[in-house]
């Protein structure tokens, strides 16, 4: 697929990045499902964004050592957008109690998990010259993808929250490009060949490690305001359904606009991109916690997702430059089970930081104590990134 046109690899952008961007429809109409079951716990309604996280975590590695030698990447594709309309787009009909879904987010998340090594299979697909590209330009869409459905999802959870279930019908869409426009990149049978050759790679290098670790951090910080913007606007007294999606759509916004020109901020910052994204999130957090304005908010959020998208794009970036070709999709997906295990348990880092926060009069409840511990966290990970940085300046030097 190296030598395709740019608009075929646009198209088949789409259906590798339209499920993961899909992945936060619901995030809008949290605050209205906790009224349409008030009877279940915020912790509980919260499952509905982070239980696909959950799938991802414990599913994604076992894909990954699989896809490309076992199953092609066609066969996962196309099963993981089946799998993810599927569950999408069940809530809609299948809503009797809250735990039908949950299930319906649990058959979701299994198709979702199938997406964990996009990344390698962007890489493999599009050739190792274009990934940075191809990699930005597939997160872009997907960040389109989640502008539009979170703003349409607020909107039409004003009406009813069923209806935001069905634009989950994306996924149906992703499907039918994977199964008539991917073709399966030789390199996957080269690669399987040297493995049997018995060719192996060292998977868990130094780097692997330190940025599986970083990844999980920077999930626990961002995934509050993705799961929990929508009780923060509420709280504040700045909005409904259709200004919390406002504010949900500002964080894929700024997440798209990274993506676009990931490519020039790679080639201008280098190993120092994460950083810059740490200080970009951690302006963001500080709009949003003293905003009076939905405005704010929206600002905020733009900050939070252009920042947190940099760390993103750049972490399997790295990851990808180090470690051999058969570990590539291994890697990838460790990296996003990383964000996916740090992503379920935002909830927990969420009471965790009211718990420790409580002490601070100007921390009034759990989500905005998660805001506060995020800038806090992230000023320890840009340190720490900092140091390796210079560490490997001096050892290139």
Same mark, same amino acid.
């Given at each position: 697929?190296?030598?395709?046109?740019?608009?075929?690899?646009?198209?088949?952008?789409?259906?590798?990045?339209?499920?993961?961007?899909?992945?936060?429809?619901?995030?809008?109409?949290?605050?209205?499902?906790?009224?349409?079951?008030?009877?279940?716990?915020?912790?509980?309604?919260?499952?509905?964004?982070?239980?696909?996280?959950?799938?991802?975590?414990?599913?994604?590695?076992?894909?990954?050592?699989?896809?490309?030698?076992?199953?092609?990447?066609?066969?996962?594709?196309?099963?993981?957008?089946?799998?993810?309309?599927?569950?999408?787009?069940?809530?809609?009909?299948?809503?009797?109690?809250?735990?039908?879904?949950?299930?319906?987010?649990?058959?979701?998340?299994?198709?979702? #998990?199938?997406?964990? *090594?996009?990344? @390698?299979?962007? %890489?493999? !697909?599009? +050739?190792?010259?274009?990934? =940075? /590209?191809?990699? &930005?330009?597939?997160?872009?869409?997907?960040?389109?993808?989640?502008?539009?459905?979170?703003?349409?999802?607020?909107?039409?959870?004003?009406?009813?929250?069923?209806?935001?279930?069905?634009?989950?019908?994306?996924?149906?869409?992703?499907?039918?490009?994977?199964?008539?426009?991917?073709?399966?990149?030789?390199?996957?049978?080269?690669?399987?060949?040297?493995?049997?050759?018995?060719?192996?790679?060292?998977?868990?290098?130094?780097?692997?490690?330190?940025?599986?670790?970083?990844?999980?951090?920077?999930?626990?910080?961002?995934?509050?305001?993705?799961?929990?913007?929508?009780?923060?606007?509420?709280?504040?007294?700045?909005? #409904?359904?259709?200004? *919390?999606?406002? @504010?949900?759509? %500002?964080? !894929?916004? +700024?997440?798209?606009?990274? =993506? /676009?020109?990931? &490519?020039?901020?790679?080639?201008?910052?280098?190993?120092?991109?994460?950083?810059?994204?740490?200080?970009?999130?951690?302006?963001?957090?500080?709009?949003?916690?003293?905003?009076?304005?939905?405005?704010?908010?929206?600002?905020?959020?733009?900050?939070?997702?252009?920042?947190?998208?940099?760390?993103?794009?750049?972490?399997?970036?790295?990851?990808?430059?180090?470690?051999?070709?058969?570990?590539?999709?291994?890697?990838?997906?460790?990296?996003?089970?990383?964000?996916?295990?740090?992503?379920?348990?935002?909830?927990?880092?969420?009471?965790?930081?009211?718990?420790?926060?409580?002490?601070?009069?100007?921390?009034?409840?759990?989500?905005?104590?998660?805001?506060?511990?995020?800038?806090?966290?992230?000023?320890?990970?840009?340190?720490?990134? =900092?140091?390796?940085?210079?560490?490997?300046?001096?050892?290139?030097?």
């Amino acid at each position: 697929m190296e030598n395709q046109a740019a608009w075929k690899k646009w198209i088949l952008s789409f259906g590798i990045f339209a499920c993961v961007g899909s992945t936060i429809f619901a995030s809008p109409i949290v605050q209205t499902l906790s009224e349409a079951y008030p009877d279940e716990s915020m912790t509980t309604i919260r499952l509905i964004t982070t239980i696909p996280s959950l799938m991802s975590f414990t599913l994604a590695l076992a894909f990954a050592s699989l896809v490309g030698k076992k199953i092609r990447y066609k066969t996962a594709l196309v099963a993981g957008s089946l799998l993810s309309f599927v569950g999408g787009v069940l809530p809609a009909f299948w809503n009797q109690s809250f735990g039908q879904i949950i299930v319906a987010r649990l058959i979701y998340g299994l198709g979702f #998990s199938m997406f964990a *090594s996009r990344n @390698a299979v962007v %890489a493999q !697909s599009f +050739g190792q010259k274009d990934a =940075a /590209l191809w990699m &930005g330009r597939g997160t872009f869409l997907g960040n389109v993808i989640s502008i539009l459905g979170q703003l349409a999802s607020g909107r039409l959870g004003d009406i009813n929250w069923r209806y935001s279930f069905l634009l989950y019908f994306v996924c149906l869409g992703a499907m039918i490009v994977n199964l008539l426009l991917f073709r399966e990149p030789e390199k996957a049978a080269e690669q399987s060949k040297s493995e049997s050759a018995g060719q192996k790679e060292k998977l868990f290098t130094p780097i692997v490690v330190i940025f599986a670790l970083l990844s999980v951090c920077s999930a626990l910080c961002v995934y509050p305001y993705i799961s929990s913007i929508s009780n923060f606007v509420a709280a504040r007294g700045l909005g #409904s359904a259709s200004q *919390s999606s406002w @504010a949900s759509a %500002a964080f !894929s916004l +700024g997440g798209a606009a990274t =993506a /676009l020109l990931f &490519g020039r901020f790679y080639r201008a910052l280098g190993r120092w991109t994460a950083n810059v994204g740490y200080v970009i999130v951690i302006l963001g957090y500080l709009c949003v916690l003293s905003a009076n304005h939905i405005a704010m908010v929206v600002l905020g959020g733009v900050l939070c997702g252009a920042g947190n998208n940099l760390t993103v794009l750049f972490i399997p970036k790295r990851v990808l430059e180090s470690v051999g070709p058969s570990r590539q999709a291994l890697a990838v997906a460790l990296m996003a089970g990383a964000i996916s295990f740090g992503s379920f348990f935002s909830s927990y880092f969420m009471v965790a930081a009211r718990r420790v926060g409580s002490f601070l009069p100007f921390l009034h409840n759990e989500v905005e104590a998660a805001f506060f511990a995020g800038i806090c966290l992230f000023l320890l990970m840009f340190a720490a990134l =900092a140091v390796l940085n210079m560490r490997e300046s001096k050892k290139s030097a």
